[in-house]
């Protein structure tokens, strides 16, 4: 039983990771034919994948039960994500470049522990 819940966790963070990789299409589709579609919004676009692929990964951390020091890691990098889609999604808020800064803080940090380990 706990072998099936499991899985069907673990199939629930694939899913969204995929997701995610699909979400990639509209927004590549949006960078080729802009000019033909100008009025559709970019920043939602860029947003969603950025998102799903946080979702997922610290989900999948959590569905693995990982040790404490991997779902620090997992979260943090799931948070860079997600400051990185807010910035995507509100380029213009007063506060975007913060957004943007916390998630280059939060990579680079993720990179560093994860060469130090």
Request: aromatic share 10%.
């Amino acid at each position: 039983m706990r072998v099936l819940r499991f899985r069907r966790s673990r199939t629930i963070s694939m899913t969204i990771a995929v997701l995610a990789v699909v979400a990639l299409l509209p927004l590549l589709a949006w960078d080729t034919f802009s000019k033909l579609v100008p009025l559709w919004p970019h920043e939602p676009l860029a947003a969603a994948p950025l998102s799903l692929i946080a979702v997922a990964c610290i989900l999948d951390a959590v569905v693995r039960r990982a040790p404490p020091a991997k779902l620090t890691r997992a979260c943090m990098l799931g948070a860079a994500f997600l400051f990185w889609a807010a910035n995507q999604f509100w380029p213009g808020h007063p506060q975007a470049t913060l957004l943007n800064d916390i998630a280059i803080a939060l990579f680079v940090a993720d990179v560093s522990f994860a060469m130090f380990g």
